[in-house]
């Protein structure tokens, strides 16, 4: 029966996979969550379901199925736990990231925080907008952290089908290496924010994007491919091999994501054009700009970065900077470099099916546009 | 040799075990963090360490500890790692507690975001003070995170030493019980807050205190006799006896707490006299005193609960409808029953030595008076 449903699964088309997919961990997540959080105030529940809700690409989940699928996994129902455990921690990261970073909006709807500071101010009408605005981070806060333990308890269901050896080699991996590492990740981020551009190397933005995006995807790979093999996450070497794949492609996306938002397309990308300049975040764009800028463009770069008032020529002139320097050529070479080399390791996986989802998979990634 | 440990460890007098356990547990925390944290960034560490240096009482670590003599333990220095997590676990909530309720200090010290802002302000002079909270809040929220998960970590460790199966049922409690349930005693904390004092009742606060305070300390004893007994956490009937007595003894601390807030004194107790009033807490005496007070008393009490700028001769009067209403003695009886109740749980444990320090333990919980 298991080979069977396996079978069904594992024969249909990419975009037909990723559908069925997204329907069931969605179905699976509504159960869930009505199951958990029977005791949960109105205000705590939006927090923690909104963005679980609103569906997304599953993109986490998809490839937890496929590496799994790729170290023979004969019965996928068993995953869904496991599925589900990667996109609420994906979760938990967003709802913080959220906060941390002041976003009003994720997904084209109102941020967590933004959302609960809304609920409160509508229930209080003479209610402080600063003590709304508060109420709402804290709440956003708590959602965070009971998200973060959603995911612990979900990949703690997985000893129901898989060897407890199994099972405690993967929380011990979440808890040791994902956790603290893609936590400082979102550190770095926040502290290259803070620094002067000339003080910011390409090899740190790496880092920070290694850790903050490409770990997580890493993860993710892992933990399908040590239940696919019943074997612990340290001992199955598949799953070193598609970590290295993942973390590769999480870090094209991501330089291939801030390519988007200088010279994208504003409705595609749902956000404005140049929100990272506005921030002052130092992409690898801006640091490879900067080392190949003539004074009078370096004098531009830190004029235009971090400041909330940019105008559409202020991006313009940022932009054939970052042409005219070669630092867009630069990046889009190193994306390409990163996704070849995903490639090469995805190829190296014996299952024809699994290799052919994989690979259209990494497509998806790095070829969506927003 | 582990059992000469043992006796040795048992036969100390309450306070000198307490001193040992305290510096050994500092001990410990110290190499961890070290261990752990190489790759992190000063601020990131200043973080997630500087509550877990300060020391402390090692409530929750004696507890675990005393509850595993109970149930038999013979090796207490296996225990290290679990004491360590329930510590972690705690100083993870006071961090995000703290940037939830704005508070500037812990134990005498700045609370870890002012910490870091105060850091990131005095590196870059020129920034923003608003930017430099900023930070300090978004560091402190990473850092409460990565807290979070040094105590799955810890719990993860136990395995060398302990069952899997029992291993296994600690972490699943902890993310199925501790954790949602903790934090929507947070969660409650805030929302009470929010409501009109007449719209909150008795049993509301108590929810309130059992979930936020109570949870943790019964989590502790739960995991002690579970390990002491080498039985997973659900099948050891004496871990149920000691966390209904941790719980009790939780919200009675709870309960005096608040009754020293507003009549104890100002030098012991670290913080203004009054500041639950000027946050506008509606603690379990302010509750209790509404009911049974009359039309101008009332009156004054919704003229002072959250004002902040408060006077001394308002505290007085606050003081003197919470005596003349019945209020204070009414909750010095419910923490006295509650007390009592925890008192007769552990006199139910068998082994004379453990029961002893076990009473010890409430009693130091129950009369600190800060």
């Not at 997540?29 to 959080?37: H, M, N, P, S, T």
């Not at 995903?342 to 690979?359: F, H, N």
Request: aromatic fraction near 6%.
């Amino acid at each position: 029966m298991a080979s069977t449903f396996s079978e069904r699964l594992f024969s249909m088309d990419y975009p037909d996979l990723v559908a069925f997919v997204s329907k069931t961990t969605h179905q699976f997540i509504k159960g869930y969550l009505q199951l958990l959080e029977e005791d949960f105030t109105p205000d705590l529940r939006e927090a923690t379901d909104a963005y679980l809700l609103r569906g997304g690409k599953c993109l986490r989940p998809m490839l937890l199925l496929l590496s799994a699928l790729a170290a023979g996994e004969r019965s996928p129902q068993h995953l869904a736990s496991a599925m589900l455990a990667v996109e609420c921690y994906h979760t938990a990261t967003l709802v913080h990231d959220d906060i941390i970073d002041h976003d009003e909006l994720r997904r084209g709807k109102p941020t967590v925080h933004t959302l609960v500071a809304r609920r409160i101010a509508s229930r209080y009408p003479r209610l402080d907008a600063s003590k709304a605005a508060d109420y709402g981070m804290a709440t956003a806060i708590v959602a965070g952290d009971i998200l973060f333990g959603y995911s612990a308890q979900l990949f703690g269901l997985l000893s129901a089908h898989y060897p407890l050896g199994v099972v405690n080699s993967i929380l011990l991996e979440q808890s040791c290496e994902l956790h603290p590492g893609l936590l400082l990740g979102e550190q770095l981020d926040m502290e290259l924010e803070m620094m002067d551009l000339q003080d910011v190397t390409p090899k740190m933005v790496e880092k920070m994007m290694r850790l903050k995006t490409g770990l997580l995807l890493g993860f993710a790979a892992r933990v399908g491919a040590a239940l696919g093999s019943r074997k612990p996450i340290d001992k199955c070497p598949l799953a070193e091999t598609l970590e290295n794949a993942a973390e590769d492609a999480g870090v094209a996306f991501q330089i291939q994501d801030d390519i988007l938002g200088l010279f994208g397309d504003e409705a595609q990308l749902g956000k404005p054009i140049g929100s990272d300049l506005r921030e002052g975040k130092p992409t690898l764009l801006m640091v490879k700009a900067w080392a190949k800028a003539t004074p009078a463009e370096r004098r531009t770069l830190k004029k235009v970065l971090g400041n909330p008032k940019l105008t559409e020529s202020d991006v313009a002139a940022v932009r054939a900077i970052v042409e005219r320097t070669g630092a867009l050529a630069s990046c889009r070479r190193r994306a390409n470099t990163l996704v070849k080399q995903a490639e090469k390791a995805c190829q190296t996986v014996s299952d024809v099916t699994a290799r052919k989802l994989l690979l259209c998979w990494l497509d998806t990634l790095v070829k969506r546009s927003h």
